[in-house]
């Protein structure tokens, strides 16, 4: 598969090899093994090398994956209608998790602005200094008189009262690798080679991760293992807005499955994968800190975490269902007469987001709410929460 990928200049090898080595070094401290979960957070986040926090362009046509906010504003602005809804029951104002370009910040306070209804304060918790960078500049950009709403946070806030935005956040969670052998079942970590290469080995699998793996629906192939991902890492964030999220929804929007569907026999290799260039591959010990390394969300598992923590379950769907619920074809119309170059453009756009071929089908929305009675405009048809 290496053969395959566009080699890495010089200087993304050389930022490679130090992290790669810093990984080592966590290896050797840790007593010669570490579970995947603590290679993926260092490989994505380890500061100023990780692949999150090293300065590499990521999203768009020059980086290596492409996101809903940059393929089309439509995105954006029939998301704000659900966003509206939400702060006219909970109060103005909206957490964004991990704002990438910025992109949905600045249509979503564009479009928030046309319908009269902006957050008195639009804060962006964002762990990369470089993104955080990237995301004033947008918003200099293409909002400059809105960009004095917006403050950067360092942490979860102690109380909060609005909307939490979450776009494509929880598959970058770190996440455990489990195998289930008929010998039991067993974590798949991380160890060093004799030349020092990162390659893989199994321990059992023990506490919270084992009762977790024993609830799933794994059913055993007839002959070798089955191996999957369980995400605890995702489910402690969700608990950890328990005591902090007062009023308000949280609108969880990334691709994945229900659990049903997600521990499929079929699935018997899991979902993790990188993106380099644009290019899907499973190599995930490869070129630390240049490849995107991410799983699809076990959305059962998120639902189960925030019922767990007191909020409702308030709607899950599919993300064509929801941005149609949310008026998309109605801002579509605004493009231009549907001979133009505008509407031909935007239509291509729009078929991205909701084609169950593209995005419409593979992402799902997930709805978690407190104090809030109505229901969700996004969820009104095409709620899946029986799937759950």
Known sequence: MKDRLPPPGADALEHSTRLAERIACAIREEGGWIGFDRFMALALFEPGLGYYSGGSRKFGPEGDFVTAPEIS????HALARQVCQIMQAAGPRIIEVGAGTGRLACDLLQALEGLDCLPERYAILELSGELRVRQQESLRE????LADRVVWLEGLPDTFSGVVLAN??????????????????????????????????DRPATGGLLAAARQLPVSMPEEGEYLSEICLAARAWVEAWSDRLLQGAMILIDYGYPQAEYYLPARSSGTLQCYYRHRAHPEVLLWPGLNDITSFVDFTAIAEAGHGAGFTVAGYTSQASFLNNCGLLALLAEAGPVDSAAYLRASRAALRLVA??????LFKVLALTRGIDQPLLGMLRGDRTHAL
Not at 179 to 189: K, N, S
């Open 73 to 76: 504003p439509l995105f954006g």
């Open 142 to 145: 293409h909002v400059p008189h």
């Open 168 to 201: 494509e956040v929880l598959d970058v969670m770190p996440v455990q690798l489990v195998a289930w052998h008929d010998r039991g079942i067993f974590e798949r970590g991380v160890v060093l080679d004799a030349d020092g290469a990162f390659c893989w080995e």
């Open 356 to 361: 169950p071929h593209e995005m419409g089908e």
